[in-house]
Structures are given as C-alpha cells and as structure tokens.
C-alpha cells in the first residue's frame, strides 16, 4: 500500500488550526483549574466568616448579659475599681498589662496568599512549556523517521 502525500498547504493549515485549537484547549483548562481554585477559595472563606459570625453571636450574648450586670450598683462600683483603677479609701492599686501583636499573623496570612498565586501561574507557566515542548520534539521526531 504506497503512503499517500499530504500536500503542503494542508499540512500548513492543520499546523496552524492545530495550534490554536491547542490554545483554546489549554485556555479552557487552565480557567477551569482557575475557577475550581477560587471556588474551593471562596468555600474556605465563608467557612471562616460562618464561624466569624457564631463568633460575633456569642461575644453580643455575652455584652447582653453584662448590660443586664451592669444596672446592679454593686457590681459597678466593682466594675469601676477594676477597669478604670479606681480605689477605696486605703487601698493600693497593681496593674498587669497584657499585649499581643496581632500583625505578625496578618502579615503571615497575606505572605501565604501571595505565594499561592504565584504558585498557580508558575505551574501554568510550566504545563504550557511542557505541551509545548512535547508538541514540537514530538513533530521533530516524526520527521526524522520519515
């Protein structure tokens, strides 16, 4: 059976239809890989924000019941001596100062997002090197044999 020729002008067009349609393929993944990755993002996030908000709900249940505390006119006075350092006749006053720097963690928190999105556009940078590498080693090899 003789090997029929295939014209140079088709070979040209299936090179050039072929490469865009590897193009549009490789766009088509690469959002859908996008769109999964902020999707499961945004799941994460309102996790977050739900647990956030139980948060909220129970901090403001634990002012009502202090507003409830608060219309006693001992528990004021105790209030009082204790939060603003106020003092009976005879008494000596110690403070304890307790702080905490919450920027390291924010700062870690935007340091991790950053990298993830590096992360994503240097493993799509790779895949598209890859096919493209696989496409042409792959064309150089095929004319060799022939």
Known sequence: MAKRKIPAVSKRR????GTISLVAILYFIFSSLYNLYVIIDLTNQKKQLDDYYAQLQEEASELKIDIEKLNDPEYRANYA??????SKDGEYILQFIDEVDDTSNKLNTLSLNINKNY???????VMVLVFLYIIFKGGKKNKKRK
């Open 14 to 17: 299936l090179t050039f239809f």
């Open 119 to 125: 992360l994503i556009t240097g493993l799509s940078l």
């Open 81 to 86: 001596r204790e939060k603003f350092l106020y």
